[in-house]
Nanobody, 125 residues
Framework: QVQLVESGGGLVQPGGSLRLSCAAS????????MGWYRQAPGKERELVAT???????NYADSVKGRFTISRDNAKNTVYLQMNSLKPEDTAAYYC???????????????????WGQGTQVTVSS
């Protein structure tokens, strides 16, 4: 099947930067849109940024101008560069991918929406 593994979270001071990575692995045929979402304690999960297979991007208003999403299709990886971090950016960050994968033979393919396990980002002095 398919797995998404995030990395790059941590503790950073306000105004600092972090870069998140999310690598997809498994019997992958292709990956469509990929994205980052976040969930703070007591709040619902919200969209941060998305990127299509054609590299068209979309950002939440709260992160525009500070965060940049990108992808490396050869590595099946999506990145989130986060600059000028604020305490309100503190949350668990999850990556998401629309994946078409092989189902036991090269002629059999399935499509599903996958999530990573999450990586914590804490912005605090």
């Amino acid at each position: 099947q398919v797995q998404l593994v995030e990395s790059g979270g941590g503790l950073v001071q306000p105004g600092g930067s972090l870069r998140l990575s999310c690598a997809a692995s498994g019997s992958i045929f292709s990956i469509g849109a990929m994205g980052w979402y976040r969930q703070a304690p007591g709040k619902e999960r919200e969209l941060v940024a998305t990127i299509t297979s054609g590299t068209r991007t979309n950002y939440a208003d709260s992160v525009k101008g500070r965060f940049t999403i990108s992808r490396d299709n050869a590595k099946n990886t999506v990145y989130l560069q986060m600059n000028s971090l604020k305490p309100e950016d503190t949350a668990a960050y999850y990556c998401n991918a629309d994946v078409t994968y092989y189902g036991g033979s090269l002629l059999t393919r399935y499509r599903n929406d996958y999530w990573g396990q999450g990586t914590q980002v804490t912005v605090s002095s």
